[in-house]
């Protein structure tokens, strides 16, 4: 599936819900399964890399990571890229690109707060003018991670809209206001899930067309992990 093919999933068919992978084995596991595209979790990546969240992974070694993913299975790979790793938004599309990748997303936070959204919305607008079509970008907006508002999200993500920005993730939005962000907003919207929910099934009817799950499989392993441990030895 070509970027102008996956983008244009985002508007037709069925909701995509995408399982976050962080590796080869989990990515062929979640293809496997039936997932239309393959999108990375850069907090699981950079866990299994031997780093945290937060754009501590060097960009090469992220990239060189989702090359991996590309290589390893069939279907489109959309890059979970953090703040775009300190990169300069032209280098950050070329790079991408070689990588074999169809999208990515990007967040409007750094370091812990939320960078201007003009700012942003530049970086957005370079990255769309350097990929072309080649590139579908979902555009994470992190006004819930800090106590914003439906009326803050909505304003970021019309921002990043027209900087070129092809979905708007609003993560960790609650769910009762889906519905306006859906409506306010424009366009496709994704969506967080985790295995304790909310399920798919409620944020897709509430309007979300794009799902995915973020680092909340890669933890929900591990804890199973944690708790195995004991019978195992």
């Known amino acids: 599936m070509t970027a102008e093919a996956f983008r244009a999933r985002h508007h037709a068919g069925p909701p995509l ?11 062929r596991i979640i293809a496997a399964g039936g997932a239309p595209a393959i999108a990375t979790s850069s907090g699981a990546m950079a866990r299994v890399l031997g780093y945290d969240d937060g754009q501590l992974t060097p960009a090469a070694e992220m990239l060189t990571a989702v ?9 489109p790979v959309t890059a979970d890229m953090e703040a775009g790793y300190g ?6 599309a070329e ?12 967040e ?7 960078v201007d959204p003009a700012e942003f919305a530049d970086y957005l607008a370079e990255v769309r003018a350097t990929a072309g079509a080649d590139l579908v970008i979902n555009a994470r907006v992190d006004t819930f991670l800090f ?10 993500g019309r921002v990043y809209r027209r900087a070129g920005a092809d979905c708007i993730y609003p993560i960790f939005a609650p769910i009762e206001v889906l519905p306006e ?3 306010e907003i424009g366009g496709p919207i994704n969506a967080h899930a985790s295995p304790g929910g909310p399920t798919p099934a409620e944020l897709i009817a509430a309007g ?26």
């Open 67 to 75: 090359a991996r993913i590309a290589r390893a299975v069939d279907v």
């Open 208 to 233: 979300a067309h794009r799902i995915s799950y973020g680092t909340s499989v890669h933890t929900h392993l591990m804890d199973s992990l944690q708790k195995l441990l004991p019978s195992l030895q």
């Open 147 to 156: 106590n914003g508002t439906p009326a803050d999200a909505v304003a970021r």
């Open 87 to 92: 990169l300069p938004a032209k280098e950050f």
């Open 95 to 106: 790079r991408l690109l070689e990588t074999g990748a169809v999208g990515c997303n990007l």
């Open 108 to 114: 409007d936070s750094l370091d812990s707060k939320l």
């Open 17 to 27: 819900i995408l399982p976050n992978a962080w590796d080869p084995v989990s990515a």
């Open 181 to 183: 962000l859906v409506a």
